[in-house]
């Protein structure tokens, strides 16, 4: 069965600051990972997805990178801002019905 | 992508009653899904839900409390029957494009039971 772990669970840094938030699953036989972010009480937004045969994907200040072998995938976070400020999850694709299989996410807070 | 609308947002309900969230989306999607994140957790799998079949529950999830319709591509509902305080959570829609590769999510509807 597919397990999705986030480290930290939380992180608080200052304004400015580069990141990484880890993720890592017990199965390596994935089809892609999906990075999200959700702020308090909302619904999810998609970061970036990265399908099995891609090593990163890149989006403005964000870039993941998935190692399928050891099971491992990174959310790098350039020049933090508080307006980054939120939970972000990491999933996997590989639920026996077509779904997601998410881990808990990283509270990320960044002080002005 | 596809955009997704989820109502109600937000609903405070007592315990024994029955609230359907409704879903709908912008195109026609093959995949729907409907997820739950309890207070302080992750999203776990309620059911699929794909049009012109019966929806299919995750174990620990079952129709006669998650009743689920899919009438057409665009829309679907859940709905949380005999309520208890437990089922306080955010209820979520989402849709798989095309290969079910990326999904994308509504903004949810937070139910608190009292």
């Known amino acids: 069965k597919q397990e999705v772990t986030q480290i930290p669970a939380a992180l608080s840094v200052p304004e400015g600051e580069n990141l990484v938030l880890n993720c890592s699953f017990t199965d390596s036989a994935i089809y892609n990972l999906q990075w999200f972010r959700q702020d308090p009480g909302k619904g999810l937004t998609s970061l970036l997805l990265i399908q099995s045969s891609q090593r990163e994907q890149t989006s403005g200040r964000l870039n993941a990178s998935l190692d399928k072998s050891s099971g491992r995938s990174t959310l790098y976070i350039a020049a933090s801002q508080p307006g980054d400020s939120a939970t972000y999850l990491c999933?996997?694709?590989?639920?026996?019905?077509?779904?997601?299989?998410f881990g808990k996410g990283t509270k990320l807070s960044v002080k002005p | 992508s596809a955009v997704i609308s989820q109502k109600p947002s937000r609903d405070i309900c007592q315990r024994g009653t029955s609230l359907t969230i409704q879903c709908q989306v912008d195109?026609?999607?093959?995949?729907m899904f409907w997820y739950r994140q309890q207070p302080g957790q992750s999203l776990t799998l309620i059911a699929t839900a794909n049009q012109g079949s019966e929806a299919t529950y995750e174990s620990g999830f079952v129709i006669d409390k998650f009743p689920i319709s899919r009438p057409n591509l665009t829309f679907s509902t859940l709905t949380v029957s005999n309520m208890s305080p437990e089922d306080s959570s955010i209820y979520l829609c989402?849709?798989?494009?095309?290969?079910?590769?990326?999904?994308?999510f509504g903004p949810g509807t937070r139910l608190t039971v009292t």
């Open positions: 989402s849709v798989g494009t095309s290969g079910g590769y990326e999904q994308y």
């Open positions: 195109s026609q999607v093959t995949m």
């Open positions: 999933a996997v694709y590989g639920g026996s019905q077509g779904n997601l299989i």
